[in-house]
């Protein structure tokens, strides 16, 4: 059964620093680890889908690496920004063939002026 | 491109009453739709999900239950709503499974609070 853990839970980091959210999963089986942005009473935001066969993948300041054989993803923000604060959710698919994904927990993070 | 419509945005209801929340996917056909859960320190739960018309799975065993009467519409309902049901509804969909690295998109959810 996949299980798909996060931490930090919450960070607090001032404007202008790189940072690195963390995420684990149980079942390396996966086809791909995707990683979510959700703004306070919205819904989620896709923010970047590394596939199984790739490394890392980039979009502008958002960096996501994925490491199947350690069950480990990390999504790394570059010179973070007050508009950077949310909560960031990582998720990997369940066991099966049904395309469902199972979510962290999330991380959430206060980017300081 | 597609667009994922989920209405309404907010709903307040008294225990026992019924319960319907209706998403709908536009600009694709054959998607999977799924219904998640947000409560308070809980995190994101399936509830349920659909690869296909009339097709269902149940995640959770809970007074809740979905449809899916057209291919690109997904209803979430309930017969008698539980104070436990408050929370933060998701809908969300994706392409078919043959399109493994499609990414998951969610509408903008309903916040349900119970009294």
């Known amino acids: ?113 | 491109s597609q667009t994922i419509h989920q209405w309404p945005a907010t709903l307040v209801q008294p225990v026992g009453s019924p319960l319907s929340l209706e998403c709908t996917v536009e600009g694709t056909s054959n998607p999977n739709l799924y219904w998640y859960r947000q409560a308070a320190g809980r995190g994101l739960q399936l509830l349920f999900y659909s690869v296909g018309i009339g097709q269902i799975s149940s995640e959770v065993p809970q007074n809740l239950s979905a449809s899916r009467p057209q291919d690109r519409q997904f209803i979430l309902s309930s017969k008698k709503l539980l104070l436990s049901d408050s929370g933060f509804y998701l809908c969300a969909w994706t392409f078919d499974l043959s399109t493994y690295n499609s990414p998951l998109h969610f509408g903008n959810g309903t916040r349900l609070t119970v009294t």
């Open chain 1, 1 to 113: 059964k996949q299980e798909v853990t996060q931490i930090p839970a919450a960070l607090s980091v001032p404007e202008g620093e790189n940072l690195v959210l963390n995420c684990s999963f149980t079942d390396s089986a996966i086809y791909n680890l995707q990683w979510f942005r959700q703004d306070p009473g919205k819904g989620l935001t896709s923010l970047l889908l590394i596939q199984s066969s790739q490394r890392e993948q980039t979009s502008g300041r958002l960096n996501a690496s994925l490491d199947k054989s350690s069950g480990r993803s990390t999504l790394y923000i570059a010179a973070s920004q007050p508009g950077d604060s949310a909560t960031y959710l990582c998720a990997a698919p369940g066991s099966g063939n049904t395309g469902k994904l199972i979510f962290g927990q999330g991380t959430t993070l206060q980017v300081k002026p």
